[in-house]
């Protein structure tokens, strides 16, 4: 790894906790929740911390939302999605699990795929004292592909499988010459930084569980809700995976929302209400017993 590249991805590791703040006009709910729950889980990768949000009234029993965040693979900070944590965990009735899994440049592929899958497949399997039977998973940006990995990993392993991936506007090819020229909010210079910090081995680009759009088969994954921005440059990853699903024979429900980059929430706060609403009712439904 070069210096330059190296020292771009831990300013941007450490600076995180400052710089970002899309998120903060969107606390439509659950703002007086408790801080969560801090909780260290065992992957193959060493111990991961998670922070649990817990419901204000009594959860449903056996549920619970694992959610990924975002920062491209080079940011260190779950905090960043506390207003999402939030209101999913007031909206749904069921605990988030907001995991803080290891970024670049101190770790590569896939490192953070690893132990996303493994908080994942933990909380699937019981969770310890959450007791905890079914799940879904969830994520923006990298966070989408994180999601979208651990559903493929899970697949793959046939130990497990979750009940829903809420995949928002997710990363999901990484291909070097998968439209890395096209400008937008997330920069070609950063798409590029990213290949290089936390995809350096070329071969490794081309995995499914990297690049979940380079699977051959998507058939057996569960349910799906892709979120994308119509000016959002990763808008192509999203609406492409979504119809490979469907075509695969997996429900999809895609929701684009127009005239927006990246930070399409953020952008339209009006119309997110609608969007955020909608997400937190389809997990509801996926892990609702009938």
Known sequence: MKLSDRIAAAT???TARWTVRYGEVLRFAGSDLPRPRLIRVPTRHGRVRV??????????AGAAHVHFHGGAFLMRYPFMDDWWCRYLAATTNVPVLNVDFRAGPYVRYPVAHHQCHDVAEW?????GDLRLDRISVGGFSSGGNLAASVSLQARDEGRWLPALQVLGIPALDFRDDHGLDEPGMITPE??????RVYFPDLASRLEPWASPLLAQ?????PPAVVLTAERDVLRHDGRRYAARLR???VAVHHDETPGVDHYFLTENPARARGTMAMVAQSISAALTRI
């Open 12 to 14: 941007m590791h450490a």
């Open 51 to 60: 922070h649990v949000y817990r419901p204000a009234s009594e959860p449903v």
């Open 123 to 127: 909380a699937a399997s019981g969770g």
């Open 190 to 195: 950063l798409r590029r930084l990213v290949r």
């Open 217 to 221: 088969d998507l058939s057996g994954l």
């Open 247 to 249: 075509e695969a024979g």
